[in-house]
């Protein structure tokens, strides 16, 4: 079994509105160290083994589901889990 972790950022020519609004609350409670704030996703799965590649099936969810690549970045992290 295998945990994946996914993060999905805006990429850094996107205009980021949220990260904008968050950046501005900070400033306004006196967090004025802030510089930049970029907002994403966060998301795990739990894949079973299979036969698969596991690289390349996280790859092909990410591409056309959990990420929307024209205006987003992606990462993941895999780590097999050992089931006793």
Do not use: W
Request: one cysteine or more; proline letters at 1%.
């Amino acid at each position: 079994m295998y945990k994946v972790k996914v993060f999905v950022t805006l990429r850094e020519s996107v205009l980021d509105p949220q990260g904008s609004a968050v950046k501005g609350s900070l400033h306004s409670l006196s967090f004025n160290q802030v510089q930049d704030v970029r907002i994403g996703k966060y998301m795990e799965l739990t894949i079973e083994k299979c036969d698969q590649n596991i690289d390349e099936m996280v790859k092909e969810m990410c591409e056309k589901l959990l990420a929307n690549v024209v205006i987003e970045d992606y990462r993941y992290e895999v780590e097999e889990v050992v089931t006793q």
